[in-house]
């Protein structure tokens, strides 16, 4: 298999982006979330504008083969920030050749840039792959993790 090369996704990236969603939808065995509603061209670039938003991308050639999307959260304790991974995927075919951790490690270099206290994210029970990765990388906290529907008041 030909190297790949990871870097971060800017305005001018957004055919990138897109390539990013069926790749998720893919990985997660969840096309209808990141293909029934793609957002517009003009959202998308929006978000890459943002600095609270990072995208990074690892291609092969030409093509993502590889992704991350991640948000800056400003602390109100400290003059801080935190950064979440909400999406990492490598497309199936390319696995186990350390494009996750390149994408983590170049997420790294971005998040110190901008001044970030940390990186955290989330692993289901049962995706040993991602549990095994993050192990690696960092420091495990057993948490829970509530969804609260914004569309009903209790």
Same mark, same amino acid.
């Given at each position: 298999?030909?190297?790949? =090369? @990871?870097?971060? /996704?800017?305005?001018?990236? *957004?055919?990138?982006? &897109?390539?990013? *969603?069926?790749?998720?939808?893919?990985?997660? %065995? +969840?096309?209808? #979330?990141?293909? +029934?509603? =793609?957002?517009?061209?003009?959202? *998308?670039?929006? /978000?890459?504008?943002?600095?609270?938003?990072?995208?990074?991308?690892?291609?092969?050639?030409?093509? @993502? @083969?590889?992704?991350?999307?991640?948000?800056? /959260?400003? &602390?109100?304790?400290?003059?801080?920030?935190?950064?979440?991974?909400?999406? *990492?995927?490598?497309?199936?075919?390319?696995?186990?050749?350390?494009?996750?951790?390149?994408?983590?490690?170049?997420?790294? !270099?971005?998040?110190?840039? !901008?001044?970030?206290?940390?990186?955290?994210?989330?692993?289901?029970?049962? +995706?040993?792959?991602?549990?095994?990765?993050?192990? &690696?990388?960092? #420091?495990?906290?057993?948490?829970?993790?509530?969804?609260? +529907?914004? %569309? !009903?008041? =209790?």
């Amino acid at each position: 298999m030909a190297p790949f =090369v @990871v870097r971060a /996704l800017t305005a001018a990236d *957004l055919v990138n982006l &897109k390539a990013m *969603l069926p790749m998720f939808g893919r990985a997660f %065995d +969840d096309p209808a #979330t990141y293909g +029934d509603a =793609v957002p517009s061209d003009d959202y *998308l670039t929006r /978000l890459l504008c943002k600095r609270d938003f990072i995208a990074i991308a690892a291609f092969e050639q030409s093509t @993502v @083969v590889g992704g991350l999307a991640a948000y800056v /959260l400003e &602390k109100f304790e400290r003059e801080r920030s935190e950064v979440y991974i909400y999406d *990492l995927a490598v497309a199936e075919e390319h696995r186990r050749r350390g494009l996750a951790t390149a994408l983590i490690n170049e997420l790294r !270099r971005i998040s110190a840039e !901008r001044g970030a206290h940390v990186i955290f994210v989330q692993a289901d029970y049962g +995706d040993d792959p991602a549990i095994a990765l993050y192990t &690696k990388l960092g #420091t495990r906290e057993d948490v829970m993790h509530f969804d609260i +529907d914004v %569309d !009903r008041t =209790v």
